[in-house]
């Protein structure tokens, strides 16, 4: 069974990273060994009391100051030009819920 905020997270995420992919410059790599352009990005979240998500994103290397790290729960995914922004939402999602308890 999904836990239908998850579903709520994907489509929010999906919207992000659609969003981001439109950013990547030729000269941008989500990896250093990366020879396509890309961008990593990190999802930070976390389940409220009400059952919804907070989440906060930060693309590139943030260390400790990036738009996610004040949340529990994490997903790093690399994210390029032609990526399958559904697949990795899900992909991001899944990172999430994984060391959590609300699958």
């Not at 992919?21 to 930070?44: F, W």
Request: charge should be negative; aromatic fraction near 12%.
């Amino acid at each position: 069974m999904t836990f239908a905020p998850t579903k709520v997270l994907e489509k929010e995420v999906e919207s992000l990273l659609k969003s981001l992919k439109k950013e990547i410059q030729s000269d941008y790599r989500a990896y250093e060994e990366d020879t396509l352009p890309g961008i990593l990005v990190t999802i930070g979240a976390d389940l409220n009391d009400d059952g919804s998500f907070s989440w906060g994103f930060q693309t590139g290397d943030n260390s400790y100051t990036g738009g996610a790290y004040g949340y529990p729960h994490w997903a790093v995914i690399g994210l390029y030009r032609r990526s399958n922004c559904r697949a990795l939402a899900q992909d991001a999602v899944e990172q999430i819920t994984a060391e959590s308890n609300f699958k």
